[in-house]
């Protein structure tokens, strides 16, 4: 076993990018990626909060979806740039707390409310009259209220463990950002309930969510082959794709690396999975819903007219 380290406390993240061409652009890349994310992200939040034709349940709950996402991928990218872009690799305990805390309770609170807008997609197709009352404004911030305290909590009780236990000599974390799962690997005792903590809290975050997404979606699709409108079956089939599209970007990449035993695990893939939920879904996510979807490019059309008639 290795010893204790008592000089030093910080932390060397061995990150994304090889130190050639190919890294940097790499690095390019991710930090184009990163642009669009913030641009998408607050183009949506923006325009779903100046446009009255977007302020229903369903958008309500996409701009915090935005605002998740802007938040995640701000958490991962500006440190992995810093330590790239100066050479300085190194990341404090403190830090790697800090960074450990936004990235759990983003993670957990963005699979809570991907379910919460599957359930009202669910509710406006399959119960459309009851709409009103089962999703009302009062409902909805339950549910983001709900996504975010959950989130919180599981993140604070991971990262404290994560604060507290001893670590060895080999302070590498070959990841670009503070993994837990990858923390433990470096710990000084014997982590299996840790582990096991860790697998309780993906099967309740991200697959128990899942699941009820896949069975949502499964009633949502019976309802829409029973309508005999064929303008009805095509939004409702346009909105539940675009959904489909953005929950399987996300959940499959994270169920697939924390469901995973550790002697299953490679460095190479964690990170290129790691890549699709932190870095191109927050990207994505925007992209997705705005192009695929014709009440944001009306609400878009209507802001730009505005704009130019304020100008004029």
């Known amino acids: 076993m290795e010893s204790y380290n008592q000089t030093s406390t910080d932390f060397i993240l061995l990150g994304l990018f090889p130190p050639s061409s190919i890294g940097l652009f790499l ?3 991710i930090v184009l990626i990163f642009l669009v994310a913030l641009f998408g992200n607050l183009s949506m939040i923006l325009l779903i909060s100046l446009d009255n034709h977007l ?9 915090q979806l ?35 805390f936004f990235f759990l309770t983003l993670a957990g609170a ?22 009103s009352i089962r999703i009302s404004r009062r409902v909805c911030v339950l549910m983001i209220m709900g996504s975010w305290m959950m989130g919180s909590i599981n993140s604070c009780a991971h990262t404290t463990c994560i604060l507290y236990i001893p670590y060895c000599q080999s302070r590498a974390i070959n990841h670009f950002f503070c993994d837990v799962t990858v923390m433990l690997t470096m710990a000084c005792i014997d982590t299996r309930i840790y582990e096991y903590t860790v697998f309780v809290s993906t099967t309740i975050f991200l697959l128990l969510p899942f699941i009820g997404i896949a069975f949502s979606y499964g009633c949502v699709l019976l309802a829409v082959y029973q309508m005999h409108s064929a303008d009805g079956k095509k939004k409702a089939y346009s909105t539940c794709s675009t959904h489909l599209t953005v929950v399987t970007l996300y959940y499959s990449p994270f169920v697939y690396t924390y469901l995973r035993p550790r002697f299953l695990r490679t460095p190479i893939e964690d990170k290129a999975l790691a890549v699709l939920y932190t870095i191109l879904t927050p990207m994505l996510n925007p992209i997705i819903y705005s192009l ?19 100008k004029m």
């Open 27 to 29: 690095f390019i890349l």
């Open 55 to 63: 302020h229903t349940p369903m958008y309500f709950l996409l701009s």
């Open 66 to 100: 935005s605002l998740m996402d802007l938040t995640y991928i701000s958490t991962i990218v500006p440190k992995m740039a810093y330590n790239f872009l100066f050479g300085d690799k190194s990341i404090s305990l403190l830090g790697c707390g800090v960074q450990s």
């Open 110 to 131: 963005e699979g809570l409310l991907l379910a919460s807008m599957a359930y009202d997609r669910y509710v406006a197709i399959c119960f459309p009259l009851h709409y």
């Open 292 to 310: 695929r979807n014709k009440e944001v490019i009306g609400a878009l059309k209507r802001v730009i007219e505005r704009i130019r008639s304020l």
